[in-house]
Structures are given as C-alpha cells and as structure tokens.
C-alpha cells in the first residue's frame, strides 16, 4: 500500500516509525573481517531500519543488527542487507538497511512499538 507523504509517494511497503536509538550493527565484511559499528537508528518497519552512522556502508553488504533486550524478547539480533547509504555533509552516512528473508520472519512476529520500548 503507497501512502502520499510530504515529500511525494511513500514507496515502502511498510509504514516506519521514528526512533532514535544506538545500536550495535556488525559489518560483514570478507576483506576486513567482521567491524563492529554503532550506528542511531533513527526509523524502523516490519522490513528495515534506517540510521545514521560515520562510517560509509556499500550498497549489497550484510550487517548484523543487534537491537537491545527488553522485557519480553531479550537480545535480538537481526541479519539486514544494506540498501542505500547517502552522505550527509555534517552527520557521516545515511544508511537503509534491508532485513533479510530469514530474519524477517522473526521480526515479522514482533510489533514495531514492542521493539522500541525499553
């Protein structure tokens, strides 16, 4: 379903909630070994999260997000492809990140605000 936003037409299947939240994201890099990243997640949906982070991602890279636990789930951590990563002049990157197949059967089960809550 396309919702028509400020900006145009929304695009996303799923509608994103705004958040802001550090977070732990795992790049999988096959050159560099794994680098562990903290990343302010600042919107999230059923199929991924947007952040922000100073290090540059490459479109196609495979990441581990690790969300904080809360009181019914604990930690999760969730394995995303990265989509996008756009520069921001002051702020480093903007990144979109894709949950992948596997993990988003598992966090197709969680709600959005249950993730958020801490």
């Not at 900006?7 to 560099?32: M, N, Q």
């Not at 989509?83 to 990144?95: A, T």
């Amino acid at each position: 379903m396309l919702e028509t936003t400020t900006r145009g037409i929304e695009r996303r299947r799923h509608s994103r909630a705004s958040v802001h939240l550090d977070v732990r994201c795992i790049r999988l890099d096959p050159h560099e070994g794994d680098i562990i990243d903290e990343v302010d997640m600042v919107d999230l949906s059923r199929s991924g999260v947007g952040a922000v982070s100073d290090n540059w991602y490459y479109p196609g890279q495979k990441v581990v997000v690790c969300l904080p636990p809360d009181n019914q789930h604990g930690k999760r951590q969730i394995s995303a492809t990265i989509r996008r990563c756009l520069s921001r002049q002051e702020d480093g990157y903007h990144i979109g990140m894709e949950f992948d197949r596997n993990s988003l059967n598992t966090w197709s089960s969680l709600s959005t605000k249950a993730t958020v809550a801490a």
